[in-house]
Structures are given as structure tokens and as C-alpha cells.
């Protein structure tokens, strides 16, 4: 799963608030590639994009004020849910996180990891927070 799995993934949707891309500029070497942004449904927008963690990298712990749900495109990570065990997912899976849950995705193994997330969040909140 991505965040910032999408990943956060998590990830890539963040170039479209700047709040939500400061809280994220402390994690090194993510890339993170808006596709799309739709004012759907009514007091939600939805926001696809794309997120790369290198070998070795993570989102971080964040949060979403909405579902996330992703599909990893490459590489494999490991998917954090609080409450949940801990999930390694691969290029062909896919994932969903509940609205407000901490996550955090890290890429695993020596490859980088690319995420397609797509984000259904309330229009009026950052698209990410950081969490402890």
C-alpha cells in the first residue's frame, strides 16, 4: 500500500496544497506527480497522482481527511496501518486506508517504489497531516 503509500503515497496529491507540502518537505528524495484534481463529490475533491520513494525511503506518518485508495505501479512496500498488521504489497497490488487513520508506506527492499493513489477528501482540510 502507498503515502505518502501512497502511497501515500501519498503522496503525490500534496503538491496541491501547500500546507500539506510543507508538512512532508522533511522526507528526502519523494517524488510526488499531481495527475488530477476533481471537485467531487459535492464538499470533496478528488485528487490522483502519482508518488516515488526511493530504495529505502518512507511517506512518513500522516493522516487524510478522506479515503486513500492506490494501486502500486512498481516495486514493493510495506504498508503501515495503525490498528492493522503490517502489509508488504508489490507492482500489481492494490490498497485502500480509511479516513483519518495514521499510515505510512516504506519502500522495501533495494528498488524504489511508485504508487498511483487517488484521494476523496473534504475540500475545506489540507490533504495530509503529519502524525507522531
Known amino acids: 500500500m502507498l503515502k505518502k503509500t501512497l502511497l501515500a503515497l501519498a503522496f ?8 500539506a507540502a510543507a508538512a512532508f518537505a522533511q522526507q528526502p528524495g519523494i517524488k510526488r506527480t499531481p495527475l488530477q484534481k476533481v471537485e467531487f463529490p459535492d464538499g470533496y475533491n478528488t485528487i490522483t497522482a502519482i508518488a516515488e520513494v526511493p530504495a529505502g525511503g518512507a511517506a512518513g506518518r500522516h493522516t487524510h481527511p478522506g479515503i486513500e485508495t492506490g494501486y ?3 516495486g514493493e512496500l510495506n504498508l503501515l ?4 498488521p503490517e502489509k508488504t504489497l508489490k507492482a ?3 490498497y485502500q486506508i ?16 511508485k504508487v498511483l493513489g487517488v484521494y476523496v477528501v473534504d475540500k475545506t482540510k489540507p490533504l495530509a497531516s503529519p502524525a507522531p
Do not use: C, N, R, Y
Open 12 to 19: 503525490a496529491g500534496l503538491a496541491f496544497t501547500g500546507v
Open 81 to 84: 496501518i495503525d490498528g492493522q
Open 72 to 74: 502500486v505501479l512498481e
Open 92 to 94: 500489481g497490488d492494490s
Open 98 to 113: 480509511p479516513a483519518g487513520v495514521v499510515h505510512d508506506a516504506k519502500a522495501h527492499g533495494d528498488k524504489a517504489m
